[in-house]
């Protein structure tokens, strides 16, 4: 019998919440479920208050069973990532995994890591969500550099993203797979829509459209909101949910509600969804919409995938990838009036049942034995 691998996972994770928490959680999972010792070494401050655009950096949910969690890195602290570095260089794990999605994080991640490989033993591999930001600032591209130096393998979730990491690996022969967000599979068994609605106190008369996740300028919500005020909808009975935090300004998205009068057809529910409430949101909606003006790939899709639910995306980045046009859903341009004949289209075609099944059958793809096995493929590869 093989010993099992040391693998410790730097980021976020409980007692932090949102999807880069759920991911690496969920990931670690897989390896201790696969049989090997895997850990968490998570923040004890991942963003200064001053930086965080939210409520509140920390979940409400209980802490995930069976996971090491260790609460110990500070993002800002030079003294904090020296004392991480020797400590993990010291303790010599098979692997490091650093899931990366912000320039902010390079100085943190990169001191950490150059002295952990001091030991000439430990791999570092990197998941990265973005390389380049949706959001750019000034001093991006000097950061990203510093962190991609010291990686030895990649692992891309969209084509877009490995096409980047190409661009800024030196040497070239750093090597980069690609391997798709897995299925967001954690947050329960879907249940049926009527129960769902009772559950979040809707309407049973209407049919639910379901925007979701962090709201942020890049992410479209405005675009959605004008397609939705397309008099066509006036006549119907569709609703649209908007659940997520506000992450930007919100008056813009109120001025289109308050012009357009969509207070009773547009549900905001702005506060953090906790992950046991996450089923409900999308098992009361027939249709998903990521109307983004900027994307690599989202999360929201692979819970949409897990609950079997159709989808309407825009065609930017990489999110076309994973929605094949007219199997699970339809992929648009990034323009209200194509999003508004999508989302109608969708209804007046009656496509829910075929689309949930599509959706059914392309989620086989997105298993999390392929994240692992493609970080496995990497530290096979003769660095």
Partial sequence: ????????????????????????????????????????????????????????????EPAPAGLPIEISVNSINPFNWIRIGFRLKKARPDLVIVKFWIPFMAPCFGTICRIIKRNRYTKIVSIVDNLIPHEKRPGDKMLIRYWVSCVDGFVAMSRTVEKEIREFIKPASTPVRFSPHPLFDNFGEPVPKEIAKQRLGLDPGFSYLLFFGFIRDYKGLDLLLEAFSDERFRAGNIRLIVAGEFYCDTKPYQEIIDRNNLGERVIMKNDFIPDSNVVNFFCAADLIVQPYKSATQSGVTQIAYHFNKPMVITSVGGLAEFVPDGKVGYVVKPDPKAIADAILRFYTERKEVEFSAGAAIEKKKYEWSAMTGAIDKLLTINY
Avoid: C, W
């Fill in 1 to 60: 019998m093989e010993k099992p691998r040391k693998i410790v996972l730097i980021g976020s994770a409980h007692p932090l919440r949102g999807g880069l928490a759920t991911f690496n959680e969920r990931l670690i999972r897989e390896y201790i479920d696969q049989g090997d010792d895997g850990s968490i070494t998570t923040f004890s401050l991942q963003y200064p208050s001053l930086l965080f655009p939210g409520k509140t950096q920390l979940s409400t």
